[in-house]
């Protein structure tokens, strides 16, 4: 369901926003998201459909629990102080718009934005009030995963070093401190504006799981220089 201008003139009226101004759609694959203009700003508007509720809620209580210092960007409150406004039978939430940028696979983060980025995701592990959050077997789904990919692969090589490593080591995952983690924290998932961390975004997958994991997905994708993985930047990034 996408909405036209009417619609978001009456959802709207639910928000101290001003008018509307100027409406654009930005993204349509996993929700709607419009970019919106009013009188009092920028924002982003997002269309949830009924089939998402169940993350939609989920990340709502992720939000409202991470420590203050995390920079994410909350719903701004309906008139009547909701995080959500339910119209046509879909969830809406607004957002201020960010300002921020992405950066580039093919870029590298300095080394205070990995420090910080790891600053954060200390925060992320060390949240309180989430125990009733689910639980999933990364682990387990990781080995589903490479068992369906083609044998013959470079993945599925690394996979089996990676696996006799951990078997040589004794590796037993009921040995790590479990906790909230973000599942998928990539440069794809938080914006830099003037060379800092500015928001960490979709919280939408978080679980309660061996915050270890939560590590390596963020260091596999961060901590390269030079087109290898950089011993010095993951100091950087776990210290």
């Keep these: 369901m996408r ?6 003139k009456e959802i709207l009226k639910e928000y101290n926003l001003g008018k509307l101004e100027s409406k654009k759609l930005i993204y349509t694959s996993w929700n709607i998201v419009y970019k919106i203009r009013t009188e009092t700003g920028t924002y982003t508007l997002k269309l949830i459909e009924q089939k998402n509720k169940k993350s939609l809620f989920k990340e709502l209580k992720v939000l409202s629990s991470l420590d203050k210092k995390i920079p994410i960007n909350k719903p701004i409150k309906t008139i009547s102080h909701k995080d959500y406004l339910i119209f046509n039978n ?21 080394i205070n934005q990995i420090q910080e980025l790891g600053y954060y995701l ?8 989430v ?29 089996l070093e990676v696996i006799d490593i951990l ?15 973000h599942v998928d924290l990539h440069k794809g998932n938080f914006f830099i504006e ?17 915050s270890i994991y939560d590590l390596g997905i963020t260091m596999l994708d961060i901590c390269w220089e030079n087109e290898e993985l950089s011993i010095k930047r993951i100091k950087e990034f776990v210290k």
């Design 131 to 159: 125990s009733n959050l689910p639980k999933r077997n990364l682990y387990s789904k990781m080995n589903s995963f490479f068992a369906k990919i083609n044998k013959e692969s470079q993945e599925y090589a690394l996979y």
């Design 90 to 110: 879909n969830y809406i939430l607004v957002s201020n718009f960010l300002s921020g940028r992405n950066i580039k696979k093919s870029d590298d983060l300095s």
């Design 194 to 210: 003037n060379n800092h961390i500015s928001t960490i975004m979709d919280f939408e997958e978080a679980y309660i799981n061996p």
């Design 167 to 181: 078997e040589k080591s004794n590796f037993n995952k009921s040995n790590f401190r479990k906790s909230l983690i």
């Design 122 to 129: 200390a925060l992320i592990h060390n949240t309180k009030e």
């Design 3 to 8: 909405l036209n201008v009417s619609e978001i």
